[in-house]
Nanobody, 125 residues
Framework: VQLVESGGGSVQVGGSLRLSCVASGDTIGRYCMGWFRQIPDKEREGVAV????????YYGDSVNGRFTISLDNAKPTAYLQMDSLKPEDTAMYYC????????????????????WGQGTQVTVS
């Protein structure tokens, strides 16, 4: 599976951005897609994930209520709508994917995801 992200950039505090992640390769069946983010010298943080088996969504505490993740199964492409952005949202955002991780309590453990995109930078100032 290959993941290609787009949509990062610079935005003012309170603004919005939308990230996209297109998956290609072996995407048949149920899978989990979403985003983690990384700030230099800080731990990687799970942001949001969505499960193709039913469309369930899961959010990290720091973004819940401000970010919305969605999935277009036909493409397949995951979208992350980020609203009310804060300076602390500044990070490199990585798209992730794997089978059946989302329903697990370990969904926020990065090592559970086999596939990672190259990352897209989001800067809020």
């Amino acid at each position: 599976v290959q993941l290609v992200e787009s949509g990062g950039g610079s935005v003012q505090v309170g603004g919005s951005l939308r990230l996209s992640c297109v998956a290609s390769g072996d995407t048949i069946g149920r899978y989990c897609m979403g985003w983690f983010r990384q700030i230099p010298d800080k731990e990687r943080e799970g942001v949001a994930v969505v499960y193709s088996g039913g469309g369930s969504t899961y959010y990290g505490d720091s973004v819940n209520g401000r970010f919305t993740i969605s999935l277009d199964n036909a493409k397949p492409t995951a979208y992350l709508q980020m609203d009310s952005l804060k300076p602390e949202d500044t990070a490199m955002y990585y798209c992730v994917a794997d089978r059946d991780v989302c329903p697990s309590v370990r969904r926020w453990e990065g090592y559970k995801y086999t596939y990672w995109g190259q990352g897209t930078q989001v800067t809020v100032s």
